[in-house]
C-alpha cells in the first residue's frame, strides 16, 4: 500500500502519479491545470459527476467511468458489477433514471474468458437489478504486460425528472446534510483483499445500485439541492468539493457517522481515516432543514438506507471549508484527501 | 508485427487472443459466444455499430469505443483526435447528428504531463472540427507496467434524423456499393511507424470526422441503406458484416477500389493485403441503385469524398458473401479478416 501524504501541486511535476487518480486534491489539479483549460466547456465546467445536456426538449444526464479495481474479485462484488453500479448511481446523483449503459472493455491477452464470462455475467445482472440495459459495447485487446486482465469503461445515459436541477454548488446555510449508511466498507474490502490481510469478520464491498434510495429521496421533498456518492476519496473529499463549489461551510458530528466495528478496527490497525476511505454504495444529500427528518425517513424505508442520518449542517461561516466536532468534544478541520491512500480502489 | 491466419473458434480457447480485438472473426466470435448471450437485449442483438435509442419521443444514437493504438502520435493524428473522430463517425454512420462527447482516461503513473496536454489539446481542435462537446469525463491512474501510457475511451450521443432507419441488414440485391475513397492508409501508417520501416513517401493516417460527408449522402437521396466506416478488419470485414447481416452477396471491382501507391508497395513489401487493412476516414454507403450517381457526385464536393466512387453491388446470389472481380479477370472470395492481421491500430 502507497500512502502518499504531502504532495506539491501539479504545476511542479512533469509525470502522471498514482495520486492523479485518487479523486483528491492531486485529481482535482490535474482537472483543473490541464484538462479543463483545454477542453473548457460550460458544462464540463460544472464539475458535477453527470453532464446536464438537453436534446430537442430532452433533459439527459451522461456519464462515463473507467474501472481499474484491484483484484477484479472480491467479497460483495468484482469488477463487473462495480461498473454498472457506479455509472448507474453517477446518474442517479444527477436526479436522472438511470436508462442506457455502454460498457468497454480492455483486455489483456492472456484473460481467462471464463473469468470474463463470470464479469459479462455480473454487469447484466446488475443492470437488470437497476432497471438499466446495457445497449452497445466495444472490445480491444492489449499485449500481455500492458493491461491488468481486464479495465472496463461504461458510461450511462439517464433522463432527468422534470423540474429538478441538483448540483453540488447549490447547498445554503441551514441545509442538513445527510449520509445512507456506514462509510469505508469498500476501500477496506478492496484493501484488505489486496494485501491478504485477515480480519476477525470479513468484509464486504457496498457496492449497489441508489436509484431507488434517490427515488425515495426525491418523493419526500422538493428541497433537496445536491447528491453525491463519496467514492474515490472518501466522504471527506466529497463534502469538501460541496462546500468548494457552495461556496459554504459544512459542519459535521463524528459521532453521527457510522462506521462498522470491523472498518474502525482496520482503519486503526492500518493508520487510515474512514473518512478518506471510498464507499460505493452510500450516498449524501445535502437538503433543506424542513425536509430533512421526512427524507431520513424515507430512506430509511429502503434497505440500501436503514442506517441514514442527519450528520451535519450547511454553515455560513467558514466558506469552502469542512470542519467536525470530534467524539471528544473538538474541532478539527477535515481537508481534501491530499495524495491517494489507496490506488485502484474502483 | 503478429500475423495469425486460422484460428480455431473460441470454444476451443481458454484465453483472450490479441485476434479477438482485431474487428475480425475473433472479435465477432467472442461477441457472440460471450457478450451477446449473456448480456442479450434487442438493441445490442442488432449489432450496429451505434445503438439507437429512444427516449421521451426523441431518437438517440450511443456508441462507445476504446482507443488502445500504438504508438500514441504517428503522422496525421494522434490517439486523441482518433478518439473523437472514431465515435464521431460511429454516430455519423448512424445517420445522427454527433452532439456530445465522454472522454475516459485510464493513464499509466509516470506518463508525461506534457504529452497528456497535447493528447488533450487534439480532442479538444477534433471536438471543435466535428462540432460535438466533450462534456463529461473521468480519469484513473494504474501502476506503472499495469498500462501503456494512455488508453481513452469516448462514448457519444447524437441525434437521429427523423425518418431515417440505416442498418447493415438493410442492404437489398441491386443496391450500389459506394467506397468514399484509398484504402489502407491508416494501417499502413502505424504500421510503418510501430516497426519503425522507412518508405520513400509517408503515409499519413486518414483520421477525419466523416459527419458532413455523411450530410452530403443524405442531403441528395432518401434511398440509403446503410454506412459503416471500414476501421478495424479493413474494407473486407465491414462488406463481410453487411453482407451476413442483410443477407444477400456483395460483388466488387478490384480495379474500383482506390489504393495509394505507397500502401499498395508497403503492402506488398509486408505481406498484407490493402482489403484487410484498418481505415479511420472512409466510409461505405449500401445506396439504392437510382440514387448512387447522385450519392456519388454529392460525395465528390466534400473533401473527404473526393475519390468516391461505386466499387460494386449488392447480388441475391451468393448470401452472406463477398466475392471480387480482380484486376486479371478473375473472381475470389473476399472473406472476413480472420485473425489480427495488425493489433493496437486504434
Known sequence: MTVFTCPAPIGNRDTVLLGHGSGGRLSAELLREVFLPI???????RLEDQATVEINGVRLAFTTDSFVVKP?????????????????????????KPLFLSSAFILEEG???????????????????????????????????????VYINTTGIGLVRDGLNLSAGGARPGDAVI?????????????????GLELDTAIESDTAPLHSLVDAILSVSTGVRAMRDPT???????????????????????????????VRGAC???????????????????????????????????????????????????????????????????DMLAGDQLPRIC
Open 111 to 149: 484473460f481467462a474468458i471464463d473469468d470474463l464470462r463470470r464479469i459479462t455475467a455480473s454487469m447484466a445482472q446488475a443492470a437488470e437489478r437497476a432497471g438499466v440495459a446495457i445497449v452497445t459495447g466495444d472490445t480491444k485487446v492489449v499485449e500481455k504486460g500492458s493491461g491488468d486482465g
Open 232 to 262: 474515490r476519496g472518501g466522504l471527506a473529499s466529497t463534502l469538501n468539493e460541496i462546500a468548494a463549489q457552495s461556496g459554504v461551510g459544512i459542519r459535521v458530528e463524528e459521532q453521527a457517522i457510522p462506521v462498522h466495528d470491523t
Open 72 to 96: 477484479l474479485f472480491f467479497p460483495g462484488g468484482d469488477i463487473g458489477s462495480l461498473s454498472v453500479n457506479g455509472t448507474v448511481n453517477d446518474l442517479a446523483m444527477g436526479g436522472a
Open 179 to 195: 449520509l445512507s449508511g456506514a462509510i469505508g466498507d469498500h476501500g477496506i474490502c478492496i484493501l484488505t483483499r489486496r494485501e
Open 39 to 45: 477542453l473548457a466547456n460550460p458544462v464540463l465546467c
Open 268 to 334: 486503526e490497525l492500518l493508520g487510515l481515516d474512514p473518512l478518506y476511505v471510498a464507499n460505493e454504495g452510500k450516498l449524501v444529500a445535502i437538503v433543506a432543514a424542513e425536509d430533512a427528518d421526512a427524507v431520513v425517513a424515507a430512506m430509511r424505508t429502503d434497505s440500501l438506507g436503514r442506517d441514514a442520518g442527519i450528520i451535519g449542517h450547511i454553515t455560513e461561516r467558514d466558506p469552502g471549508m469542512v470542519t467536525m466536532r470530534t467524539a471528544f468534544g473538538t474541532t478539527r478541520i477535515v
